[in-house]
């Protein structure tokens, strides 16, 4: 089998595995000095699948009144460094461990270190774990090409972290993210059918665009990531309220628009730029665990609000393998880059 979709179809697996090695006594010196006040920031810091993963730990921290930033790595090294200061959380997230911005980003605060470096990797053997004040292992395992495993993992480990230190149910949360695991698990077994009807629904078309908001970013920009890597198709990942800023021109006949129906609170919204797009001559796949009667429905596993941002990236593994077959393509075969990116 294609390593790539060997990885997709293993990412239930892998989960488990991350849910059970997951400690909560790993992080609780970091929880007791929040609490005592011995940050005055969380700085999230990525590149990549490792950034997007993010977002929902973001959005968890986010509700807290200590301010919380989720910053580029390559920005943070060379443009917003300021921002680092001596009661700063820095929050790193790196699979490989060795991403080029990373490494230079520790090496740039040695002089001058945060308070804590608290690291998310697969490689606990990583440059970016041994130089860290605190190490935190995904439990992803080997992955072949793409992110897939890496990033459902990290954005799960990163979740749980951002629950137990924003003061949250983290036993609670773990048998939630499981039972997604086993919905993730039943999706994967008619992984090939589920290919079959999204490359109907698809049709033909020349442009298409991945809109949401919310935790949905995560997949908006991942979706759009692995297409790329993995499809080699230039699908423009968007916020859903970005899209009616300009290129909403784009639409006419041959634009699909794939919107993620998102949580409850702003499902609304999303759903009437779909409606919109419709009436303008695009066409739309919304995403969604229910179907809505006025929209092509991709349908998704039912899960959690929180837990949903891990099954909403499915659909966009499934859309890079039928976009690759099309083509007539190995999905995931990297052409110029590898699995680390070393250099800047």
Not at 150 to 156: D, G, I, K, R, S
Not at 160 to 177: K, R
Not at 238 to 259: C, Y
Request: glycine share 8%.
């Amino acid at each position: 089998m294609n390593p790539y979709i060997s990885d997709i179809l293993s990412q239930p697996s892998a989960l488990r595995d991350a849910l059970q090695a997951y400690s909560t006594s790993d992080l609780e010196d970091i929880a007791n000095r929040l609490k005592r006040g011995d940050f005055d920031r969380i700085i999230i810091s990525g590149m990549g699948s490792s950034y997007n993963a993010a977002y929902p730990a973001f959005l968890q921290l986010a509700k807290q009144a200590l301010p919380i930033q989720l910053v580029n790595s390559a920005e943070l090294l060379h443009s917003l460094n300021g921002l680092i200061g001596p009661r700063t959380l820095l929050w790193l997230n790196s699979q490989s461990g060795r991403s080029a911005e990373l490494i230079h980003l520790l090496e740039a605060i040695q002089d001058k270190p945060p308070a804590c470096v608290l690291a998310f990797v697969n490689d606990p053997a990583s440059p970016l774990a041994l130089g860290a004040n605190l190490s935190l292992p995904i439990h992803a395992g080997a992955e072949a090409t793409v992110s897939t495993k890496t990033y459902v993992n990290m954005l799960a480990v990163n979740l749980l972290a951002a629950i137990q230190l924003s003061g949250g149910n983290t036993e609670l949360a773990i048998q939630d993210l499981s039972a997604a695991s086993e919905a993730m698990d039943v999706y994967l077994s008619g992984w090939q059918a589920h290919m079959q009807e999204l490359d109907s629904l698809l049709g033909n078309f020349d442009k298409l665009f991945l809109l949401g908001r919310g935790a949905s970013m995560s997949a908006v920009w991942n979706g759009s990531l692995i297409n790329k890597e993995a499809a080699k198709c230039a699908f423009e990942g968007l916020h859903s309220a970005d899209f009616r800023h300009g290129p909403l021109e784009l639409v006419s006949n041959g634009f699909i628009a794939m919107i993620f129906a998102g949580s409850a609170e702003t499902l609304e919204l999303n759903r009437r730029l779909g409606l919109e797009i419709v009436s303008l001559g695009g066409r739309v796949l919304w995403l969604d665990s229910k179907p809505e009667p006025q929209l092509q429905t991709v349908l998704l596993p039912i899960t959690s609000e929180n837990s949903r941002p891990l099954v909403e990236i499915l659909p966009m593994q499934l859309l890079s393998l039928v976009m690759a077959e099309r083509k007539g393509i190995q999905a995931g075969q990297f052409r110029h880059v590898g699995k680390v990116t070393t250099s800047e």
